[in-house]
């Protein structure tokens, strides 16, 4: 297995999306943003091109990805939909939420993919270039966030290029992407199931279904061995500088990350960042990835966070930074 040498970057339009299904076709990757993040396609159904997503983006374990289709008829393809499943996907779809069901006998979806469990995650992406690609190649795409295993998820294609550039074959550049975390992603298990809070908020989920969502087991998402999402590992979303959380002063040298009128100590700080200024939870999403990049490139002391409210999409805020903030050698 060899990864590309150059890699092409094409701003979104026909030609890119016409070159994108021409290389997923022939097992190439794929970057191409959608409206939670730039993800790294495959041919779901191709293992060798499903492996080099692996390899490109340094993943240290098969995590099962999420398949990516264009619609619900190609979703049945490859999961059983029950009641609630189908309710949520018509609610719900195209847009940032993800569905962990039970596989169809004849899934397609090479089992690499699904790191062989017999449940697949699907969802349907709303972004018109996400959408345009599915419905020329025709076939599931998985697609795991387009960054270095361990690094901040990209939301504009030239984060992409820096993490990926020679690594993969194309990147499709359609600008900085909507909402800026990932996918909500739900197990419609026996009880539907919060596996990660994303970019649909969980009031959204809970008032269609008129009950609350359930919420794993507490240690079950930080146990490599058994996860029910197991790529939610608890340092996953890694800057390399310190993240000190809920921060209500700024230390000297510390960059701040803030939310909402700015803090006193503010001016002493390396950097400041502002997620929102008017306390805004979907710009702040929008924002966060990229201003955690932006910071961690200023190779402060540590980028103290100011408390962001945990309602809407500040639960996927929250959850991201908390992984930030775990302490790495
Ligand atoms: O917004 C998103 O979801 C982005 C864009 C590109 O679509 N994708 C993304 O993929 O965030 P990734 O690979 O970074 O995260 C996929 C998550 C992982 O936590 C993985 O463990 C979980 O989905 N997952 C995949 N298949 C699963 C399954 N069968 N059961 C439980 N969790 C699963
Ligand atoms: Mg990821």
Known sequence: MTLALTTLTLPAGEPATAEAARVLGEGGLVAFPTETVYGLGADATNAQAVARIYEAKGRPAFNPLISHVGDLAAAQKIARFDETALTLAKTFWPGPLTLVLPKTEDCAVAD???AGLDTIAIRIPSHPVARAILKL????VVAPSANISGHVSPTTAQH?????AGRIDLIVDGGPVEVGVESTI?????????LRP???PREEIERVLGRALLRPPADVENDSAQ??????LTSHYAPRTRVRLDATDVAPGEALLAFGPLHKDAERAAAVMNLSCNGDLNEAAANLFGYLRAL???MAQAIAVMPIPSHGLGEAINDRLRRAAVERE
């Not at 992409?160 to 990926?164: C, N, S, T």
């Not at 996860?227 to 939610?232: D, F, I």
């Open 137 to 140: 190649f025709g076939k599931p």
């Open 186 to 194: 739900v197990g419609c298990f026996e009880e539907p199931m919060l």
């Open 227 to 232: 996860p029910l999402a197991p790529g939610m």
């Open 296 to 298: 961690d490139a200023r």
């Open 198 to 200: 994303g970019g649909l």
């Open 112 to 114: 690499l993919a699904t």
């Open 160 to 164: 992409v290029e820096g993490d990926l």
